[in-house]
């Protein structure tokens, strides 16, 4: 029994921490409602090209607050640098949609969208 | 994202890889290192910790680098080991440097140390002057070994022709107040034995002992937490902060 602890105790850390560092290739993906990222940014770029700007709002605050569950499900697994960089992504979006910029909308969705895809790849 | 909770958890996750890995990898002491251990267990210490504390990418490719390089460590001495040719090729052999009481300056050159630094390794054992020495061997963890001429051996018993008894090694009876009944057992003893040589020294409870060791002679040591010791020799030379 004591041998086969010596062996299953570490064999079972390793697999655990294989768990943590690989699960946020499917911890992104969406899980539960209101975090599905890809949806909400198809769905976005959609209402801003019929410029629908205040359900653009309102998808926008859905896309910030998927985006929040999203990263604390991942930050474990993920890079920073591709958490902050869709952050700024966000950002600019708001700013955007501000002016009713149409064109700079779309690009940083999809910027975000680039990111989203690269997160624990 | 949580910085310092992501740092807490890399960390567990690298504290207790690297525990494990070098648990597999072997345990030489640091003395009985090669050169190229050393530089192996840095550079998996390294490793380690940019798991930890690099965020701008993610753990998992600093734990396949500390995967890997803990395998290939693991590789290399399960090939020393079996493979006599390639051990010495990988981890060097040694090297004397003097021979018959004689300098061997090839060997010298070949092994890269000046004779200042074969002084220095003599006299880091207690050799101060050359002419003692008849061989002197670096060995492949860069101490170097030195057998003195028969004339500055010390005298032993058997030159004297003194019997010796063996000593042996003593086991702990008792550890922190704490009776170790199995090394009791072991040594074909019971409590009662053991209750009437404390008695003896004037000591009524296990409690009250903080060491006890028997060597296989008989003899029996023992230490108490109250040592009845008044002045206590103080070896510092300035008044310490305690």
């Keep these: ?121 | 994202m949580n910085e310092g909770l992501v740092v807490f958890v890399r960390s567990i996750i690298a504290f207790f890889s690297l525990l494990i890995f070098t648990r597999i990898i072997g345990k030489e002491q640091i003395s009985q290192l090669t050169f190229f251990d050393y530089v192996l267990g840095i550079t998996i210490g390294s490793i380690a910790a940019s798991l930890t504390t690099d965020l701008s990418s993610r753990a998992w490719p600093h734990w396949v680098g500390l995967i890997t390089w803990a395998a290939l460590g693991y590789l290399m001495e399960i090939v020393t080991l079996k493979w006599r040719y390639a051990s010495k090729v990988l981890e060097g052999e040694p090297v004397i440097v003097i021979m018959n009481g004689k300098i061997m300056e090839s060997a010298l050159k070949k092994a890269k140390y000046r004779i200042s630094d074969i002084l220095e390794l003599m006299r880091n054992q207690g050799v101060f002057d050359p002419n003692e020495v008849d061989f002197a061997i670096i060995e492949s963890n860069g101490r170097l070994s030195i057998l003195k001429k028969a004339e500055h051996l010390p005298v032993t018993r058997k030159d004297m022709n003194i019997p010796a008894q063996n000593t042996g090694i003593s086991t702990e009876l008792v550890y922190d107040g704490i009776l170790i009944e199995e090394n009791l057992r072991q040594l074909n003893k019971d409590k009662d034995w053991l209750m009437s040589e404390l008695k003896a020294h004037g000591i009524n409870s296990i409690s009250e002992v903080f060491l006890v060791t028997l060597n296989p002679e008989g003899s029996i040591y023992i230490d108490k937490y109250d040592d009845h010791i008044t002045k206590i020799t103080d070896i510092g030379d300035y008044k310490g902060p305690f």
Aim: hydrophobic residues 45%; charged residues 30%; proline residues 2%.
């Design chain 1, 1 to 121: 029994m004591r041998r086969f602890l010596i062996i299953a105790i570490p064999l079972a850390t390793i697999i655990l921490f294989l768990a943590v560092m690989l699960s946020g290739n499917y911890l992104k993906q969406p899980l539960g409602k209101n975090d599905d990222i890809p949806g909400l940014i198809e769905s976005l770029i959609k209402d801003i090209q019929d410029e629908q700007w205040e359900k653009v709002n309102q998808k926008t605050e859905e896309l910030d607050q998927a985006w929040e569950k999203v990263v604390n499900r991942v930050q474990f697994s993920a890079e920073r640098n591709e958490i902050q960089d869709f952050n700024v992504a966000l950002a600019r979006l708001k700013g955007a949609i501000l002016e009713k910029d149409r064109l700079s909308a779309i690009m940083e969705l999809k910027e975000a969208y680039e990111h989203w895809s690269q997160l624990c790849q």
